[in-house]
């Protein structure tokens, strides 16, 4: 079994940073998939960003390339989501997932077996 907790998340104007930190405990290997989505009110969760916890190319949506940092801390159990040059539409409540099973698509939230609780993200213009 995997937890997840998020933190980090915040109320900032358009232009700041953010760090989401998502926190986990309990059996990982260095296969799983760490995932960042986020749900804007109204609209489907989508995908962020991933990681392999052993490393590798992250990958990114096209939505937050270039503005977004996925990363991992092996010692300290923790991914995180470094959030640069943030928008108005990048206000939603920002999730934390685990994969399994290294195969298979990295974007699509049906792949991930474990969440957190989410944390909420504002960004105001």
């Known amino acids: 079994q995997v937890q997840l907790v998020e933190s980090g998340g915040g109320l900032v104007q358009a232009g700041d940073s953010l760090r989401l930190s998502c926190a986990h405990s309990?059996?990982?290997?260095?296969?799983?998939?760490m995932g960042w989505f986020r749900q804007a009110p109204g609209k489907e969760r989508e995908f962020v960003a991933a990681?392999?916890?052993?490393?590798?190319?992250?990958n990114y949506a096209n939505s937050v390339k270039g503005r977004f940092t996925i990363s991992r801390d092996n010692a300290k159990n923790t991914v995180y989501l470094q959030m640069n040059g943030l928008k108005p539409e990048d206000t939603a409540v920002y999730y934390c997932?685990?994969?399994?099973?290294?195969?298979?698509?990295?974007?699509?939230?049906?792949?991930?077996?474990?969440w957190g609780q989410g944390t909420q993200v504002t960004v105001s213009s």
């Open positions: 997932a685990a994969k399994e099973n290294r195969y298979g698509s990295r974007a699509s939230l049906r792949e991930y077996d474990y």
């Open positions: 990681i392999t916890w052993g490393g590798g190319t992250p």
């Open positions: 309990g059996r990982t290997f260095n296969s799983y998939v």
